[in-house]
């Protein structure tokens, strides 16, 4: 039986991202479709920007179950309140993990 955390392909975006079940572009940030088998995604779930320091920020876009950062302990993030992150911290967003990295 899979999991709902099995691996998604990667994908690499060009400035800020829009993350979600079927998420909207949001400001001009690329859309992300990430599959989320127990539909606990949002449409539009997290937005993802680079800041002009090179700094990760990302923003609950008032998403229903949440946005946590995979730390000990976790870390919730206020909807619609941006926080920054360091490269390769893995964001719990519903049933799915994603991890944020710059390239």
Same mark, same amino acid.
């Given at each position: 039986?899979?999991?709902?955390?099995?691996?998604?392909?990667?994908?690499?975006?060009?400035?800020?991202?829009?993350?979600?079940?079927?998420?909207?572009?949001?400001?001009?940030?690329?859309?992300?479709?990430?599959?989320?088998?127990?539909?606990?995604?949002?449409? =539009?779930? &997290? +937005?993802? #920007? *680079?800041?002009?320091?090179? /700094?990760?920020?990302?923003?609950?876009?008032?998403?229903?179950?949440?946005?946590?950062?995979?730390?000990?302990?976790?870390?919730?993030?206020?909807?619609?309140?941006?926080?920054?992150?360091?490269?390769?911290? =893995?964001? &719990? +967003?519903? #049933? *799915?993990?994603?991890?944020? /990295?710059?390239?």
């Amino acid at each position: 039986m899979k999991s709902p955390f099995d691996a998604q392909p990667s994908v690499t975006v060009a400035g800020g991202a829009a993350i979600g079940r079927n998420p909207a572009s949001v400001g001009g940030r690329t859309p992300v479709v990430i599959a989320s088998p127990g539909r606990l995604l949002s449409r =539009t779930h &997290v +937005l993802v #920007d *680079v800041d002009e320091n090179g /700094r990760i920020l990302v923003t609950d876009a008032d998403s229903a179950n949440g946005v946590e950062l995979d730390m000990t302990p976790p870390v919730q993030l206020t909807p619609g309140v941006p926080c920054v992150i360091a490269p390769g911290t =893995t964001l &719990v +967003l519903g #049933d *799915v993990r994603c991890t944020i /990295r710059l390239v």
